[in-house]
């Protein structure tokens, strides 16, 4: 079964709309799944995939803005794009504050639900990039010592070596190899570098200080 591409999730209670809309996607190349309810489509949701979901904003059960709140409540992060009519834009509106990518309003192009549906997989796949980059940085951390971790905290800060050279009770030479070994084992090429991504993750703020040996 095909589980690399990107996933088109659709939730509509509406037989005919979900066909369509179904025909249409798989018409592109698009594969997705269909589910006639929020909680079919909670029983089935895979957030390893990289994916998208339309769903209707008003249906029997759970809504689409109740869908939205537990998959808020689960840390999920896929788009949404939530299918609305006229008297609906004002609940699309507080959809999009609580997260949201998108609403379309019935009736729409076909063409205009196929731009919003490529700009959500967009999205999804920058966090997910952006995700992976995050745990590459946080599992290259975990190799560091703690005098390592305590040497770059320290250089992030803006401290020059011979500073923390005098902190620690160690010589201004000691603290430039722990600095090199940091960068090494990070894979840093520069101090903004490693500034930016220590940053990213905030390794720094709210971090205790070392007292290890070195």
Known sequence: MRNSGPLVYLVDDDDAVRDSLGLLLRSIGLECQLYASALEFLEHYDPKR??????DIRMPGLSGLELQQRLNEQSAEIPIIFITGHGDVPMAVNAMKAGATDFIQK??????????????LDTDKERRAARAEEDT???????????????????VRGQANKVIAMDLGVSQRTVELHRARVMRKLRMRSLA??????????????????????
Do not use: N, W, Y
């Not at 990289?50 to 769903?55: G, N």
């Open 193 to 214: 570098e490693l500034v930016h991504a220590v940053d990213r993750i905030g390794a720094v703020a709210g971090a205790s200080v070392s007292t290890g040996s070195p």
């Open 137 to 155: 940085i946080r599992a290259r951390l975990a190799l560091l010592t703690p005098r390592e971790t305590e040497v770059m905290q320290r250089v």
């Open 50 to 55: 990289h994916a998208c979901l339309v769903a």
């Open 107 to 120: 009736p729409f192009r076909d063409q205009d639900l196929i731009d919003r549906i490529h700009k959500a």
